[in-house]
């Protein structure tokens, strides 16, 4: 899987905009861009994936840079509850190998201030 | 989404006790299902990666003897953390995915797990 970088922590404030980046410069033309988060003390949460369209769900938006080397995970109007640890995966699309497997790396600490 | 379930949320043991943790999919099938650690302050660590009727698949250096996964089914694979030991305490997190267009993979809200 193609390796990414994201800030170690980042600050946002109550109602804005959460803007978080991903760097994935060797990313393979069929590998998919992936975010997940955890928060505090439970499991991973899906949050949205995309290839290299911008994509858009009740959480989040997914904006891919059209050279596909970087991306950034848009959470709209942050509350409390999004405080959490963000990951960016980059990986093949699942069907492809089933044999493949999600690694974590150390992800972004969004804190979301009152 | 898909949900993920894990029993239990939380378990304390002696030393030397073997521990069981279950991990369902609740509303879909899953041929693959996979096993993290995660201690404090870290990341996500992969164990294992488990295949239903067949063997689990470890990682490098997680002790198959002392992680024993078994996926008897399409919904529920276990981990048996066999002689638990103080330092096997952490945060036990499964994972499965779906299957079919749209696939994804979806996380258990996890077992903590303290030896005392």
């Known amino acids: 899987d193609a390796k990414t970088t994201q800030p170690t922590s980042m600050d946002c404030a109550e109602g804005r905009a959460a803007n978080l980046p991903c760097n994935h410069s060797t990313i393979s033309g069929n590998e998919y861009v992936y975010w997940y988060r955890q928060i505090h003390s439970q499991g991973p949460q899906y949050i949205i994936h995309?290839?290299?369209n911008n994509e858009t769900n009740e959480m989040a938006s997914l904006i891919i840079t059209e050279d596909r080397k970087s991306s950034t995970l848009i959470l709209p109007h942050a509350t409390l509850r999004d405080t959490a640890v963000y990951y960016c995966?980059?990986?093949?699309?699942?069907?492809?190998?089933?044999?493949?497997?999600?690694?974590f790396g150390k992800g972004t600490r969004l804190h979301i201030l009152p | 989404g898909a949900v993920v379930s894990q029993h239990p949320s939380r378990v304390i043991c002696k030393s030397g006790t073997s521990v069981k943790i279950e991990c369902r999919s609740l509303d879909f099938q899953a041929t693959t299902m996979f096993w993290y650690r995660q201690f404090p302050k870290q990341s996500l660590m992969l164990m294992a990666t488990?295949?239903?009727?067949?063997?689990?698949?470890?990682e490098q250096g997680v002790e198959k003897d002392k992680f024993l996964i078994n996926h008897a089914s399409l919904t529920l694979s276990t981990l048996t953390v066999t002689s638990a030991h103080p330092e096997d305490s952490s945060f036990y997190i499964c994972s499965a995915r779906t299957g079919g267009k749209g696939e994804t993979q979806y996380f258990g809200p996890g077992t903590r797990l303290l030896v005392l």
């Open positions: 488990s295949n239903e009727g067949s063997k689990a698949t470890y």
């Open positions: 995966i980059v990986r093949p699309p699942l069907l492809m190998n089933r044999d493949d497997k999600i690694i």
């Open positions: 995309g290839l290299k």
